[in-house]
């Protein structure tokens, strides 16, 4: 073999390995089968992965955008923001507060995040909390608020009840079963029902919805209150029980670890009750519990034995969602009169699956003008489960498409009209060379020839 020869022959080796491998089909159709090659590189997505907390503790205190700028450098998409009603205890929310949440949300919408919400009215443990009238009074309130900004909001914490919103050490008697029905089921009311509401402890749950069943694939998305109820932990992996969030480890555990694949977990670390936890305890719980974001600000020595120990970057890759493309049977040509008939085959290596409905939609851009067709897909994006492969089946009508050869691409956009033309709002597959980031689209390596006869 000459040194020529060897060359090329590893070039080729090369791209293929870059950019997929792409074969016609062995039983002589005009399929093209493409395999995808996965990435190991660390990028954004939406709702999920590290985020900071940014704490609004008086009336009048609004986010920095300038904060903001800094966090999307950090690589972040998520963000919890947390209001303190400290003002409010016992009268109505002011218009500046509520136009402040307002102004607010559309500050995180410009920089292209989401956030966690939390309300509160005391981040003391001998501090007083709201009664119950003004609790639901102040949900009125928001309630226009979480309509007209339910785009950007990604979960809600339940709050209200006692110090941090924990749901413990209330002033006026809150932290009762009653009482956490009643605040639920108010927050669940005025909230869009698409979006989740998380809790402080698994037993909290099952005390509201009266089971310990978790919610499964025939409740998951639905209106059913189970179906809207996830969990965060304020105090991962410190010990024992996790400062009460456990009532029975194992029990508790593998009720969450059930209900994550529907229901979204997350939170912060604590000080820890024993031994530091390690990585390998780390990767193990967040496998578990599905894990889909970490707080960067608490607490820090913990996160300091993860950043010193070389984990950091599994955790930032593997956080949350992380999707890949594995391969893809296209057809050659089409006839304008047929349908596009596609398979696509996905994973996902992330800790947890997409919690939040998506847009799914197959891209056709013409080579010669640029003009863009998209054709809307009926799968849904959140039932590819951790390590589970997902396939994408469909017949797609080409009406109102031209002849011409196209380039296909694959868009998970967010649901929300406004947001859907925005890159940062849609996800990117954990691929080689697949992604552009000024559309948001994730390029299928495939071209199609469109006919007209």
Not at 139 to 155: M, Y
């Amino acid at each position: 073999m000459t040194t020529r020869f060897r060359t090329v022959l590893f070039l080729l080796m090369v791209l293929t390995m870059s950019f997929g491998c792409k074969k016609p089909d062995d039983d002589g159709n005009s399929d093209t089968t493409i395999q995808y090659q996965p990435s190991q590189e660390i990028f954004p997505n939406p709702e999920r992965g590290f985020m900071h907390l940014l704490i609004a503790q008086s009336e009048g205190q609004p986010l920095n955008p300038y904060t903001l700028a800094s966090l999307k450098e950090e690589g972040l998409s998520i963000v919890q923001r947390f209001y303190y009603l400290e003002n409010f205890k016992d009268k109505p929310l002011s218009a500046l507060e509520l136009e402040l949440i307002s102004n607010d949300m559309q500050l995180l919408r410009d920089a292209g995040f989401k956030c966690i919400l939390r309300f509160a009215y005391t981040d003391d443990m001998n501090g007083t909390d709201a009664p119950l009238v003004i609790v639901k009074q102040h949900l009125d309130q928001l309630q226009p608020v979480f309509e007209q900004n339910q785009d950007v909001i990604a979960f809600v914490q339940a709050g209200f009840i006692g110090a941090w919103g924990e749901w413990h050490s209330s002033s006026n008697g809150l932290a009762t079963l009653e009482n956490e029905k009643e605040v639920i089921n108010k927050l669940l009311s005025v909230l869009p029902a698409g979006i989740m509401v998380q809790v402080r402890t698994p037993h909290a749950k099952q005390d509201i919805v009266g089971t310990t069943l978790p919610v499964d694939g025939t409740l998951a998305y639905t209106s059913d209150i189970r179906a809207r109820i996830g969990h965060h932990n304020d105090c991962f992996l410190a010990g024992g029980t996790d400062y009460g969030t456990y009532s029975n480890i194992t029990a508790d555990k593998d009720y969450i670890s059930k209900e994550a694949l529907y229901v979204p977990t997350g939170g912060e670390t604590c000080p820890p009750e024993g031994a530091f936890p390690d990585c390998t305890t780390a990767k193990t719980e967040m496998a578990l519990l599905k894990w889909t974001y970490l707080n960067l600000d608490w607490y820090q020595p913990v996160l300091d034995v993860w950043r010193n120990s070389g984990c950091f970057d599994d955790f930032q890759r593997n956080m949350g969602y992380r999707l890949v493309l594995q391969t893809a049977k296209f057809p050659k040509t089409v006839n304008t009169g047929n349908d596009l008939t596609i398979e696509i085959k996905l994973t996902n290596k992330g800790y947890a699956p997409v919690y939040n409905a998506k847009k799914s939609s197959l891209v056709l851009v013409n080579t010669a003008t640029n003009d863009q067709y998209k054709l809307d897909l009926q799968a849904d994006i959140r039932k590819c489960k951790p390590n589970g492969v997902q396939t994408i089946s469909e017949s797609l009508s080409l009406a109102g498409v031209p002849a011409g050869t196209y380039n296909l691409y694959l868009k998970v956009a967010d649901k929300n009209e406004n947001l859907a033309g925005r890159c940062e709002y849609c996800i990117r597959f954990a691929n080689l060379n697949l992604w552009n980031g000024e559309n948001g689209l994730n390029d299928l390596l495939h071209q199609v020839e469109v006919t007209s006869n």
